[in-house]
């Protein structure tokens, strides 16, 4: 074990008057869906949105009893960004945050919020961290890594002692992963005072670098990140917090888009909570079986909560469409008065709302009287959506779901 409890026990203590006790609060309705009994630990009401907070303030912290902190820079796809410049301000520290371009306007915004300078820099967090190092050894400034650094591990790992203080008989915690702090620092923390409960890491499919590393027992990289789990898209884990992983972890998952965007639905509709696509991955874990929880206590820890608003329309539709609640299908129709209304008719008898129509008159393997016509429609669920595509079909309609 290379971080020592005793560090995340002092981390506690540095962060008593800083930080949130955020809520843990079991879920009937989750509980109910998956034979567990599904416990929330809500980081997304935590103090600038995120568990960030934690590690940022405890390293700034640190480095101020030392004397050691005059300015700050980071690099962040937005989370850490605001722990830092939260932190910073906190001590009067000028603090510098560099994000790559595509971070949501909300995360840039409130980091500037909080006093912070902004960069925008690369497509990804790996492109914003190369430009950090370049102002560091420009300006002489005190890099913060947004995870692999003991003392931010240290303070993420608070997390841990606050579930085991409230529910001690927690058999496992399910942790997103990106660059590996969050998982490590808690793992580290658990293992320390209760080898016996276990902890998984949950990453993106489209970003599975830690997962792949754990399999492999190594420190491994992804070529690629592609995920709308933007606060866990990395494609190099840290290599402290990866060593704390294979050695501490029990396991590690990934799900699809998918798959988190109904997580995110589902918080938003039964437990009235808005999550961002990395903090929703461990129920999404949860709820599509990626591991055996039949009858445990289970911890989801929802790691954050800064959801870019002009986003949340898709990750809902995706969310829909993924449940079973949005049916997307086409059909060839003749291309004359009545034929969209009689289509219509049926759908609306079978109780299928229509959300969207679109025409396609071009397609080469159409015959001149022909249209193609693309629908999108709501409904209760798979089933209900079966029986209206076996309707439509019943009808002499030829139905591509798409």
Known sequence: MILDLKEIELAAKRLEKTVHKTKLEKSVTFSEMTGGEIYLKYEN??????????????KIAALVERGEASSVVASSAGNHAQGVAYAAHVHNIPATIVMPKSAPIAKVSATEGYGAKVVLSGDCYDDAYAKAMEICEKEGAVFLHPFDDYEVMAGQGTIGIEILQELPTVDMIIV???????????????????????????????????AQSFAAKSHLSS???????????VKTPGELTQAIINDCVDDVVTVSDAEISAAILYLLERVKQVVEPAGATPLAAVLNNRLDIKGKKVVCVMSGGNIDVS??????????????????????????????????????????????????????????NEVIIHIACEVGGREHGQRVINKLEKCGYHIVIE
Not at 223 to 233: F, K, L, P, Q, R
């Open 311 to 368: 986003f949340i329309h898709r990750i809902i539709e995706l969310g829909l469409v993924n449940r079973g609640r949005r049916l997307k299908f086409s059909s060839t129709l003749l291309d004359t008065p009545g034929s969209l209304e009689k289509l219509s008719r049926i759908l609306g008898e079978n109780n299928a709302n229509i959300v969207m129509v679109q025409y396609d008159r071009f397609s080469a393997d159409l015959n001149p």
């Open 45 to 58: 009401q935590q103090k600038t949105g995120s568990f960030k907070i934690r590690g940022a303030a405890n």
């Open 176 to 210: 997103p992963a990106g660059g590996g702090g969050l998982l490590a620092g808690v793992a580290s923390c658990i293992k320390q005072i209760n080898p016996r409960v276990k902890v998984v890491g949950v990453q993106a499919e489209g970003a599975p670098a830690i």
């Open 223 to 233: 070529e690629s990140v592609n995920t709308i789990a933007d606060g866990i898209a």
